[in-house]
């Protein structure tokens, strides 16, 4: 298997403007996670799916960021409109859900630089 | 509420031991993790511990898990360079293997 993939994986953009960060899990997951990672916030869970369902958005900062999984083999991360704050990197993880000790996979992780 | 917390640096000797340690607050979490960043690259599991264990050892990794304190360490025997990385201890809360994540530990090894 690949593994997690994310795509893209630099990405600088001007504040002001859309981004949307993709995430691949690994198939058979049915749990995503997306998270952000500053030298500031430390690694901040920003939301999860279970079976393409959002469970917990508790995370996401503000009305800015948007998640959606229309399918098992698919998620995005939108950012609209962007700001230099968002600036971070953002990783997408996959695993089984239920009982059990079940590993989260990382995804490489996508830079966003909002300049 | 959940929250883990641990140091934020660690320098040690090649060939030293290295111990990171992480406190937690969830009593109720039922697996605690640690997870390994290297530069540039996602976190990646080292190992894990079911709360009911007290020990757990793998090659040159001991974790040790005082649930009476919420306290949980990874000791690395015969640190190498290799081993220099960000650590995170994380626990599991709640159902769908949501984690809790603390800030990491940068572990440095110098010769």
């Known amino acids: 298997d690949a593994g997690v993939i994310q795509s893209p994986r630099h990405e600088v953009t001007e504040m002001g403007q859309e981004v949307t960060l993709r995430c691949k899990p690994i198939?058979?997951?049915?749990?995503l996670f997306w998270y952000r990672q500053t030298m500031m916030r430390g690694l901040e869970l920003l939301i999860y799916?279970?079976?393409?369902?959002?469970?917990?958005d508790s995370g996401m900062p503000e009305d800015r960021f948007s998640a959606k999984m229309p399918n098992a083999s698919f998620s995005t991360l939108k950012i609209q409109p962007s700001e230099p704050r968002d600036s971070a990197v953002y990783f997408c993880?996959?695993?089984?859900?239920?009982?059990?000790?079940?590993?989260?996979?990382f995804g490489p992780g996508t830079r966003l630089t909002v300049t | 509420g959940e929250d883990v917390e641990q140091s934020l640096f660690l320098s040690v000797r090649e060939g030293d031991s290295s111990v990171i340690n992480c406190t937690y607050t969830?009593?109720?979490?039922?697996?605690l993790y640690w997870y390994k960043q290297e530069p540039g690259a996602g976190l990646q599991l080292l190992t894990y511990?079911?709360?009911?264990?007290d020990m757990k050892q793998d090659q040159r990794l001991t974790v040790l898990l005082n649930k009476k304190d919420k306290h949980l360490s990874l000791r690395i025997a015969d640190t190498q360079t290799g081993d220099s990385a960000i650590y995170f201890c994380?626990?599991?809360?709640?159902?769908?293997?949501?984690?809790?994540f603390g800030a990491g530990t940068r572990l440095a090894v110098h010769p």
């Open positions: 993880a996959s695993s089984l859900g239920g009982t059990g000790e079940h590993e989260q996979y």
């Open positions: 799916f279970n079976n393409n369902v959002p469970i917990d």
């Open positions: 198939s058979g997951h049915n749990s």
């Open positions: 511990i079911f709360s009911n264990m």
């Open positions: 994380a626990e599991r809360t709640g159902g769908y293997n949501k984690l809790i």
């Open positions: 969830d009593s109720s979490s039922t697996y």
